[in-house]
């Protein structure tokens, strides 16, 4: 791949639930992308300023305690939880699909990987299927960020 910026745009849930289905191993990460990250390869822990041993980012394969639910739920779940980050960390953040190795924990206990494949863009129309997804559950759900909005 010339340029990491210049992915494949997964379009639709489906195409994402389909991606996650067939692969293991895949991860979800809000930035400005691969390009801007692969060269520093490292997030930084907002509160503290520290460097941290690889680029946080949230695992997409479905564990086992979700047993037959819909897989589709489980990726507009793990978008939903997310879908914030645009608003509060500005303009320029995506979200993207990467493989990689985990190599450490970040203080919110999300997954530190290194070794980035990036795969491909989410375009913004599947997070808003995520949404909708999400609103026909029955429950109590709401985003990680519970207050604003």
């Known amino acids: 791949m010339d340029a990491p910026d210049e992915l494949p745009v997964v379009g639709t849930l489906a195409e994402l639930t389909a991606l996650v289905e067939?692969?293991?191993?895949?991860?979800?990460r809000w930035s400005r992308g691969p390009a801007t990250d692969l060269t520093a390869a490292s997030s930084v822990d907002d509160l503290t300023g520290v460097p941290m041993p690889g680029?946080?980012?949230n695992p997409l394969d479905v564990e086992r305690w979700w047993q037959e639910r819909p897989v589709a739920l489980w990726v507009a779940r793990r978008l939903y939880d997310y879908e914030h980050l645009p608003r509060e960390k500005g303009p320029g953040i995506r979200c993207w699909v990467l493989r990689g190795r985990e190599n450490g924990r970040g203080p919110d206990n999300e997954p530190l990987v290194v070794d980035v494949r990036p795969l491909c863009w989410i375009d913004p129309a599947v997070i808003d299927e995520?949404?909708?997804?999400?609103?026909?559950?029955?429950?109590?759900?709401g985003p990680l960020r519970r207050t604003g909005g």
Request: charged share 25%.
């Open 22 to 28: 067939r692969d293991r191993g895949l991860y979800v």
């Open 55 to 57: 680029l946080s980012a």
């Open 130 to 141: 995520a949404r909708a997804e999400v609103a026909r559950q029955n429950g109590p759900w």
